[in-house]
């Protein structure tokens, strides 16, 4: 099988960009190593303190930021670093020629039950104008991202990652610790009958989107003429890793309970990276506006909302928008 060196050579990576994530990815490995270690590793519960979000922070979020932190300044390859743990950007190396963002631990929740978690993470190019601690750098669209990618600490540890040229899966070999490519240039199906989406907050959403899921759950008798499926993971890596492998369409929509927040998920470290995963996969991801990677981010935690997945899905949830603002 092929080792993930190789591909990346293969897609034309520079150097310093396949040293930065092979760097990425031994900090993963630690995390991957202390997940499957679970209670033993001291790593279950949360800690006292809240990230800048409000969220308190468990003590595996801590953790992993701390590992991927402490690699990635150490490593001369990183100008500077932005977390969804961190309040502002951490400035790394003044010569490194790469902005990294990472949702060092998503699927928090999940974490104590024993269940999907993961590590999401971007890499932009660090212009040169720009002072190591300085959070404007950080605020490029998507379109700019140069590589990004997720590490699913599943039953199997895999990375999911793309440098423009096709998404790739890999599979951590823990017998040697390489990641070996299991399946090259991923393809979403076009169509789908699943879709992922929290119904919990259904009162809050906005029209459009009550519409589109209550004509999904009209099923064959309904305007879709067919059946269909619902997952939720709670942990966006792993529903995106179900999209990216079988098709479907997720969505975390705005919603009414905070009026001021567009949305749960935030673009530079969850959003962008999926969303360079599944353009990159032949699928769609969109706000019900525009497409997220041309998002001109203001601030480092921004939230959006997203709609993301199959192709033919995710057209077809945005024109319930755009008729909505039609009527
Ligand atoms: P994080 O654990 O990094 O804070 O992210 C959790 C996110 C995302 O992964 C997931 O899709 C969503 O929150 C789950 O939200 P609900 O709690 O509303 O299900
Ligand atoms: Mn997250
Ligand atoms: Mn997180």
């Not at 279950?44 to 409000?54: A, D, I, M």
């Not at 590992?67 to 961190?86: F, H, N, R």
């Not at 212009?127 to 490029?140: G, R, S, V, Y």
């Not at 995963?277 to 497409?291: D, F, V, Y």
């Amino acid at each position: 099988m092929k080792r993930l060196n190789s591909q990346l050579q293969e897609d034309g990576c520079p150097l310093e960009l396949i040293l930065l994530i092979r760097t990425l990815l031994a900090g993963c490995k630690e995390i991957s190593f202390r997940v499957g270690q679970g209670e033993l590793a001291g790593v279950l519960g949360s800690t006292l303190s809240e990230n800048v979000q409000g969220e308190t922070q468990k003590k595996l979020d801590v953790i992993s930021n701390q590992i991927l932190k402490d690699i990635l300044s150490e490593s001369g390859y990183v100008k500077a670093l932005s977390s969804e743990e961190e309040d502002t950007v951490v400035p790394c190396h003044p010569e490194g020629k790469y902005l990294v963002s990472i949702d060092p631990l998503d699927g928090s929740s999940n974490i104590d039950i024993n269940s999907l978690i993961g590590t999401i993470f971007s890499i932009q190019h660090a212009p040169q104008w720009m002072d190591a601690d300085d959070p404007e750098a950080f605020l490029q669209p998507g379109a700019q991202t140069v590589a990004a990618g997720y590490v699913l600490y599943g039953p199997s540890t895999v990375m999911m990652l793309t440098t423009g040229r096709g998404t790739h899966l890999y599979t951590l070999d823990k017998t040697h610790g390489g990641f070996l490519l299991t399946k090259g240039n991923i393809q979403i199906p076009e169509q789908t009958q699943e879709f992922a989406i929290n119904a919990s907050n259904q009162r809050h959403w906005e029209k459009p989107m009550q519409d589109y899921i209550g004509d999904l759950l009209k099923g064959e008798d309904g305007p879709r003429g067919k059946n269909f499926n619902m997952r939720w993971i709670a942990a966006m890596v792993g529903d995106i890793h179900r999209v990216l492998t079988r098709g479907g369409i997720f969505t975390y929509p705005y919603d009414n309970r905070e009026p001021n927040k567009p949305g749960k998920l935030r673009l530079l470290y969850e959003a962008n990276p999926m969303s360079f995963l599944i353009e990159q996969a032949g699928g769609m991801a969109w706000t019900p506006e525009k497409r997220i990677m041309e998002i001109m981010p203001t601030e480092i935690h921004q939230r959006v909302p997203v709609i993301m997945g199959s192709k033919q899905e995710v057209e077809v949830c945005l024109e319930y928008h755009t008729k909505a603002k039609k009527d």
